[in-house]
């Protein structure tokens, strides 16, 4: 999977990721699989980080798992994939500060990543806060004066990470063009669906303890339709009627 991912990235000028999970489902007969309410079903979940639509990288997880403690796997995988992606979004599921700062540290991109309707600004998230804790550890090496960006860095690696993540919230908030760039997650559910129709994506008719070999093998199919897509110059995306 991460050697066709990595593959699909170096033939691709685009760079803004997205994560979001989906259902896999399973038949309502299954001793195993969780019952999910809001999909109101049996199931096991994918997580899938796509760049543009391609996919490039997945997590298999039951039912009723979180989201959120899923994507510091995804923002690794990225890393030694060497991405080269500028933003990465995601829904509220994802909420959390530590992700924001993962995404930025690791990867270099701006994260993209909704926020409550009741969020407020984060004050510890504020630059005179964020100039106070590098002051205050000005005995182990940085400089208030110094970018932001090294300020930053400096928190995250000395015990300060989730101040990162509130003044990268903070960031967006205030973003006025925060909700143009969100609207890029909206790719996910269509694709989601599209290669549900095109592989069989479910855990129907598979043993529980299959169920996560079965779906990483479709996605790789999946990955490898698109890799040939990409290989073959085609201009249309995720569109494979021309393979039969």
């Known amino acids: 999977?991460?050697?066709v991912g990595e593959r699909i990235l170096k033939l691709t000028q685009?760079?803004?990721a997205k994560i979001d999970s989906t259902p896999l489902e399973a038949s309502r007969y299954d001793k195993?699989?969780?019952y999910n309410s809001h999909y109101e079903c049996k199931m096991d979940k994918a997580h899938i980080t796509m760049v543009g639509t391609y996919p490039v990288f997945m997590t298999h997880t039951n039912g009723k798992a979180g989201d959120s403690p899923e994507l510091i796997k995804h923002v690794e995988a990225l890393k030694k994939m060497n991405a080269d992606i500028d933003l990465y979004s995601a829904d509220t599921g994802y909420k959390a500060f530590t992700n924001h700062e993962d995404i930025w540290y690791h990867l270099n991109a701006r994260p993209v990543i909704a926020y409550p309707k009741n969020a407020v600004?984060?004050?510890?998230?504020?630059?005179?806060?964020?100039?106070h804790w590098v002051n205050k550890m000005w005995d182990i090496g940085e400089d208030v004066?110094?970018?932001i960006e090294v300020k930053l860095k400096f928190l995250y690696e000395n015990g300060r990470s989730e101040q990162v993540g509130m003044y990268l919230r903070n960031q967006n908030m205030r973003d006025r063009l925060f909700l143009s760039l969100y609207k890029k997650r909206g790719e996910c559910e269509p694709k989601h669906g599209h290669i549900k129709d095109v592989v069989k994506f479910d855990i129907r008719r598979v043993r529980a303890e299959s169920g996560k070999l079965y779906s990483l093998l479709s996605f790789v199919s999946y990955q490898l339709l698109v890799l040939t897509e990409l290989q073959s110059g085609f201009t249309k995306r995720n569109?494979?009627?021309r393979f039969y």
């Open 121 to 131: 600004i984060s004050k510890e998230g504020e630059i005179d806060r964020i100039d």
């Open 32 to 34: 195993y699989a969780d």
């Open 14 to 16: 685009i760079r803004e």
């Open 239 to 241: 569109s494979f009627g």
């Open 145 to 147: 004066h110094a970018s």
């Open 1 to 3: 999977m991460m050697l």
